[in-house]
């Protein structure tokens, strides 16, 4: 008989967050299937856990997936595990999951922390519904175009990012969403936890020496918007400055402006000219 494939949520970064059942699952099985061995030995460490490892992640996937299969057809059973959270999620693991339903083998979650779900439902945003969009591109061009994507979003999004590229990620939410107000998780469950829900451009002055992973919660534009906000010539240009400021160039501040007060750019570009003219 088969064993079972045991897809188990570990703490994302409060040892005391995992699970009683995941623990007895990571003893239980024959192995444990880790995204960084080294990091999921701290755990085991922690509790007293000597089930053996083996490495599972992007780079060698495609290798170690037939060898754990070949076990799980044997009737050993197998723990798959992430660096941190709920594994396949923004982490390896799908391909074996996907060849172990295709193999007949059982597939079983063991549900737990994951940082998406405790950035959301700390934030106070909208959460009825939500979309997972994991991390952004690299490239300039594939990043333009996911950017844009979400300023159409009618539910909340779920983004992930990296601690060296947060600040880029939040100008280029500025540029492409507006000033919209946002949550920002950094090293959730951790000692240094950060959860702040603020304007992007809020968030883009407070950021000092980014460190750990990035959660951020984007609501939807129609939760930010009811009707028509109305502005003075002063105010917009207050706000300009302070969009300028916080890193925005001139083109995305208007832009960024114009869908904050429902106007076209061209009435906020020329009302910011004037201002800029009269104050010369």
Known sequence: MPGTLYVVATPIGNLEDVTLRALRILREVSVIAAED??????????????????????????????????????????????DAGTPVVSDPGADLVAAAHAAGIRVEPIPGPSAAMAALSASGLQAEQFLFVGF?????????RWFGSLAEQEVTAIVYEAPHRIRQTLSDLLESLGDRRIAVGRELTKAHENLAVCTISEHLRLQTAPRGEYTLVIPPLQAEKVGRLT??????????????????????AVRTLAKRYALPSRDVYSVVHQIRMDSG
Do not use: C, M, W
């Open 136 to 144: 952004p591109p690299i490239k300039a061009k594939d990043r333009k």
């Open 37 to 82: 061995t080294r990091r999921t030995a701290r755990l085991l460490q922690h509790y007293s856990i000597s089930t053996p490892t083996t490495s599972l992640h992007k780079h060698n996937e495609g290798l170690r997936a037939p060898v754990l299969l070949a076990r799980l057809a044997a009737g050993e059973s197998v723990a798959l595990v992430s």
């Open 231 to 252: 502005y003075s010539e002063v105010a917009l240009r207050k706000d300009f400055d302070d969009l300028i400021d916080a890193g925005a160039n001139p083109r995305g």
